[in-house]
């Protein structure tokens, strides 16, 4: 049980908690105020429209679809790997998991580059293979780069579960798959909530794949509302019509796990379960993971090498290096920003916990959840109202990156400071120092790991956004990833092929995180 400090909140340390919490709401207040800006004759028409109802279908469809079909991957991958006999489970985990070092728009990079006339498959087989467009192209794309998201839940899970469970349903009678239906799947429920969240909310917010492969979702519609500059008012509707989507996904993962007791209640430890053999599964058991790697790591890596080495197309050794110093540029100060946003909202909540503390620290998780095309937008909106300043500035790309990535740095700094002990900070109020001095001396040498982890985290995933610094970057502004998008779109597959090459070794630093706090 973490002890509380004796002393009421600061005022100083609720105002700057409510001051950030602030921050990232009053984007979104402006969208609100944007889209009420339609005339009451033409609310109707532009609520109404049928084209919302042909958006809204094909959003739905392909989040139900990935969902579908992620979860037909993960949950046997998960089983095999952590239950399972299988030789080389590390090593397979870590392959499976990899696909999250690789952005979407990168593997349709691959895909597109290695299919349809001039690709290398063509070379191989003698035919152009055809490429992967519309929603087939989106749910194979976004299928193969999200799956890892609900296996390394479902993996963790089954690595927790008691197997005394199992043991005592066989002992009822039950046999193989029903043991399996009866007594494990019903204690994956929250693995399966929070790996479909993650999943729903990045389908939802995805910008890259859509737009290659030409399947109009919402994030693709408000882009195409916004930059042909058709009716801005129209695409702040759009953008909320998308948030309330993303906020049905937030209530109704709220919903089920409401309520939902998992914990044992028996005495002693919790028991191991034994290997289970794969016997006549191992062949199609190795042919499922051969098949993924090929997909989500083969293919593209494959495309990146074919390209870089076509010898028509010459490297232009200034403009990558502009590119990446331009990512650098822009994900450096957002992660120190993000950071230190992080870290009165992470310790307002841990030491001391309230409905507010809970509440402040669900506002930073509310601008992660919003679409980042939605979120660039009220952003927009914001700066041109107030602060016109900002508009298209690159201090407005980093304080976007810092408050849409806010809550991957509250995380690790929370950790943190849960293992801190609140003693050591009393102790060094009643030698007398204030407590900003008291917390600096006693507290903040132990965070150091746990900033530099979100510092980390938000720094790897600015450099792989691309709405947000499509639509707020500065004018002539390029970063790797605008520039993997562009050229993929152009078919100009030689030229994005060293900065997809940068973005994938960037993105596997990410990779190589998540799976190092796994092992911890």
């Known amino acids: 049980m973490v002890s509380r400090l004796s002393k009421p909140i600061p005022k100083g340390l609720l105002a700057v908690a409510l001051l950030i919490g602030l921050a990232v709401l009053l984007p979104m207040l402006y969208l609100v105020l944007r889209a009420a800006q339609a005339e009451p004759s033409q609310l109707a028409e ?30 046997p991958l998960a089983w095999i790997t952590s ?11 870590v392959l499976l998991v990899l696909p999250l070092a690789v952005p979407g728009y990168v593997g349709v990079f691959g895909f597109f580059g290695a299919t349809g006339s001039g690709g290398w498959l063509e070379m191989l087989l003698g035919f152009p293979w055809p490429r992967p467009t519309g929603y087939l192209g989106a749910l194979g794309v976004l299928t193969l780069f999200t799956y890892p998201y609900l296996f390394l839940n479902l993996r963790a899970a089954l690595l927790g579960l008691d197997s005394s469970l199992e043991e005592s349903a066989r002992s009822l009678g039950y046999r193989g798959f029903e043991v399996f239906l009866r007594v494990v799947l019903p204690q994956l ?62 209530w109704l993962e709220a919903r089920l796990l409401k309520n939902l007791t998992l914990s044992r209640v028996g005495l002693g430890s919790a028991r191991r379960p034994s290997p289970v053999p794969l016997g006549a599964w191992s062949l199609p058991a190795y042919a499922l993971m051969v098949l993924l790697v090929v997909g989500a790591l083969l293919v593209p890596l494959t495309s990146i090498v074919y390209w870089l080495n076509q010898p028509a197309y010459p490297l232009e050794l200034s403009s990558i290096k502009e590119a990446l110093q331009n990512s650098a540029q822009a994900a450096a100060p957002a992660a120190l920003l993000a950071a ?87 102790a060094a109020r009643s030698l007398g120092y204030r407590p900003l ?58 030229e994005a092929a060293p900065y997809a090459l940068l973005i994938v070794l960037f993105s596997a630093g990410l990779v190589g995180l998540l799976l190092t706090q796994e092992r911890r």
């Open 437 to 494: 001095q008291a917390f600096l001396k006693a507290t903040f040498p132990l965070l150091r790991r746990g900033i530099l982890a979100s510092m980390a985290l938000v720094f790897l995933s600015a450099v792989k956004e691309l709405p947000l610094t499509f639509l707020l970057a500065p004018a002539g502004y390029s970063t790797l990833s605008t520039r993997i998008w562009g050229y993929t779109a152009e078919a100009m597959f030689a």
């Open 189 to 250: 429920r929250p693995a399966l909530y929070a790996g479909w969240l993650l999943i729903g909310l990045h389908v939802l917010g995805d910008f890259g794949v859509v737009s290659l492969v030409r399947y109009e979702t919402f994030s693709y519609a408000i882009y195409l509302q916004y930059a042909a500059s058709f009716d801005r008012v129209y695409a702040a509707w759009l953008s909320l019509m998308l948030i309330l989507l993303t906020g049905s996904l937030l």
């Open 46 to 75: 532009i609520v109404l429209r049928p084209r919302n109802l042909y958006l809204l279908g094909n959003t739905l469809a392909l989040l139900a679809g990935v969902i579908v079909l992620s979860t037909l991957l993960a949950l």
């Open 340 to 426: 230190l946003l992080a870290l009165p909202l992470a310790y307002l909540g841990v030491r001391y916990p309230s409905s507010l503390s809970r509440l402040l620290e669900r506002a930073a998780y509310l601008g992660y959840a919003t679409p980042p095309l939605a979120f660039a937008l009220a952003l927009i909106f914001f700066s041109l109202r107030a602060l016109p300043f900002l508009y298209q500035s690159l201090a407005l790309l980093v304080l976007a990156y810092a408050l849409h990535f806010l809550a991957e740095a509250i995380g690790p700094i929370r950790s943190a400071l849960y293992q801190a002990p609140p003693r050591l900070e009393e």
């Open 83 to 93: 239950r399972t006999n299988l030789r080389g489970k590390r090593l397979w985990t």
